[in-house]
């Protein structure tokens, strides 16, 4: 049993910050690639930011400069730090994450729940 849980979304005012946790707990002997996605009401999941195994990050350009991915391997947990928020970032945002349980099964694409962000003009 491999568990997701995201947490750290809430209300904030424009400009504003807050830091969301991905936690993976359960089954899993080593996290590999993490995806930040969000999707907002209305519209398309997208896809936020990523992270590799090896620390390489890429980012939409939408939120190029403002958000920052990372990760501790140790708590296998992944973070996204989002600063000078703005109300169009406003959606429910998941994480994405592909594992290995044990050595030799990978798994890919596993979603958590998601957590609620709203930004406030």
């Known amino acids: 049993q491999v568990q997701l849980v995201e947490s750290g979304g809430g209300l904030v005012q424009a400009g504003g910050s807050l830091r969301l946790s991905c936690a993976a707990s359960?089954?899993?002997?080593?996290?590999?690639?993490v995806g930040w996605y969000r999707q907002a009401p209305g519209k398309q999941r997208e896809l936020v930011a990523t992270?590799?195994?090896?620390?390489?990050?890429n980012y939409a350009d939408s939120v190029k400069g403002r958000f920052t991915i990372s990760r501790d391997n140790a708590k296998n947990t992944v973070y996204l730090q989002m600063n000078s928020l703005k109300p169009e970032d406003t959606a429910i945002y998941y994480c994405?994450?592909?594992?290995?349980?044990?050595?030799?099964?990978?798994?890919?694409?596993?979603w958590g729940q998601g957590t609620q962000v709203t930004v406030s003009s």
């Open positions: 359960g089954s899993i002997f080593r996290i590999d690639a």
């Open positions: 992270i590799t195994s090896g620390g390489s990050t």
């Open positions: 994405n994450v592909d594992f290995w349980r044990g050595t030799t099964i990978f798994v890919k694409n596993y």
